[in-house]
């Protein structure tokens, strides 16, 4: 299990910019694989994108370009780097570590940051 603690979320117009934090309790090079993910109002959470070891990064479609994921493993951090925001970036996000064990792999989930972006 690993204890994920997100920050960084807010209030910002359209086209600006924030950036993501999620600190990890355990040291990411034991962690295969995080990332973020986001839900709107009503709707399914959805991936924003993705980190593993190389490191390789996968992203939605929405977001590439504007985007950014990256980790600091000093700080056993994932950051996402958010310019160029629209207000359908509205939602909660959250941070996903996934784990893989002798029994599988296991997901383990940050509380969520709120990101308004207002028109």
């Known amino acids: 299990q690993v204890q994920l603690v997100e920050s960084g979320g807010g209030l910002v117009q359209a086209g600006g910019s924030l950036r993501l934090s999620c600190a990890a309790s355990r040291s990411i090079f034991s962690i295969n694989a995080m990332g973020w993910y986001r839900q709107a109002p009503g709707k399914q959470r959805d991936l924003v994108a993705t980190?593993?070891?190389?490191?390789?990064?996968n992203y939605a479609d929405s977001v590439k370009g504007r985007f950014t994921i990256s980790t600091d493993s000093a700080k056993n951090t994932v950051y996402l780097q958010m310019n160029s925001l629209k207000p359908e970036d509205t939602a909660v996000y959250y941070c996903?570590?996934?784990?893989?064990?002798?029994?599988?792999?296991?997901?383990?989930w940050g509380q969520g940051t709120q990101v308004t972006v207002s028109s």
């Open positions: 996903k570590a996934t784990v893989y064990s002798g029994s599988g792999y296991r997901d383990s």
């Open positions: 980190i593993t070891s190389g490191p390789t990064t």
